[in-house]
């Protein structure tokens, strides 16, 4: 009987010590926090770029991975493209811009 709640015991503290570890980051994954930060983070930038009457959200594209915002489609010019990186900066929860934006 006591070894029965031993192993009950361990197998709960293993259990819930793998769930807790389902909710953490890698490298190359996010949490699930951060995916939601990142969601935020990346609805903010595309409100912020479509209510700009220089650039247009259709051409482009907006990804945040970890606070990192992905910039990539194409603009008018190099000021529109400036413009959207400065946007982007200035959204609270980025930590960096990588403008890939193309000139057309």
Known sequence: MKISK??????????????????????????????????????????????????????VSVKTFKGVVQLSGFVNSKQAADRAAALAKSVKGVERVDNSLIVK
């Open 6 to 59: 031993i192993i009950s015991g361990f197998l709960i503290a293993l259990l819930l010590a793998t769930s807790l570890a389902g909710c953490t980051s890698t490298r190359t994954q996010a949490s699930t926090g951060e995916y939601i930060d990142d969601s935020v983070v990346t609805s903010s930038v595309k409100a912020l770029i479509y209510d700009d009457p220089e650039l247009k959200i259709g051409q």
